[in-house]
């Protein structure tokens, strides 16, 4: 079946570091891959995706790849901020489109 | 605004109580999701609908049943609460064959059972 493993946390950074959040995943076909962000006591907000092999999605200075070949979609970004600080989840969604699933999530905090 | 939007926020209940959650979007999306939150579990979904008339189960759907009642609304319904399902639930929305995928999320619901 369809799963996603990415790195446990926490993870704590100075400001101005640099951030690599790895994830993998297993799946069957083509899926859609994505990065959503929590922030304290708010929802789910989307960060970024992409939705074919070699695809890299990128907002706010957060990147992934999607890589086919160690099928893993790793979140970098090269300077954190303190508001960076927050809950970084990676996502699938199969490729029929009808299951989102998600990793147990990465707790980021940054410190000035 | 559009968006997703849950009632409760908060909840805190007996065992043995039942509850319903209310969420309802108002972007025209097909399809709603009942997810649940608790640490060091990621997100687990709980129930899904793929469309209107259609509900099916999700990863963790013990405990729990849906209605979808119209396009706009998907309620999650706990009959006979435990403490087991202390949890902050999380209702969401996508337009399924939009070509974007993108789930949109309500703020949660905090739901304490005692």
């Known amino acids: 079946g369809n799963s996603v493993t990415q790195m446990e946390g926490p993870v704590t950074l100075s400001e101005e570091a640099f951030l690599t959040i790895n994830c993998t995943y297993t799946a069957t076909g083509y899926p859609s891959l994505f990065w959503y962000v929590q922030y304290p006591g708010e929802g789910l907000q989307l960060l970024l995706k992409?939705?074919?092999?070699?695809d890299k999605g990128s907002n706010k200075g957060f990147e992934a790849t999607y890589r086919k070949e160690t099928t893993s979609f790793h979140l970098e970004k090269g300077s954190v901020q303190v508001s960076d600080s927050a809950v970084y989840f990676c996502?699938?969604?199969?490729?029929?489109?009808?299951?989102?699933?998600f990793g147990k999530g990465t707790t980021l905090s940054v410190s000035s | 605004n559009a968006g997703v939007t849950q009632t409760p926020k908060f909840q805190v209940l007996k065992t043995g109580q039942s509850m319903t959650l209310q969420c309802a979007q108002d972007m025209n999306h097909n399809s709603m999701y009942w997810y649940r939150q608790d640490p060091g579990m990621g997100l687990r979904l709980i129930y899904y609908s793929a469309s209107e008339g259609t509900t099916d189960k999700g990863e963790v759907p013990n405990g729990y049943n849906v209605s979808r009642l119209n396009k706009r609304e998907f309620s999650l319904r706990l009959e006979s609460a435990a403490p087991s399902q202390t949890s902050v639930y999380f209702c969401?929305?996508?337009?399924?064959?939009?070509?974007?995928?993108?789930?949109?999320f309500g703020a949660g619901s905090r739901l304490t059972v005692l």
């Open positions: 996502a699938l969604l199969n490729q029929a489109g009808t299951a989102l699933i």
């Open positions: 969401a929305s996508i337009r399924q064959g939009s070509g974007d995928n993108v789930l949109t």
């Open positions: 992409a939705t074919k092999a070699d």
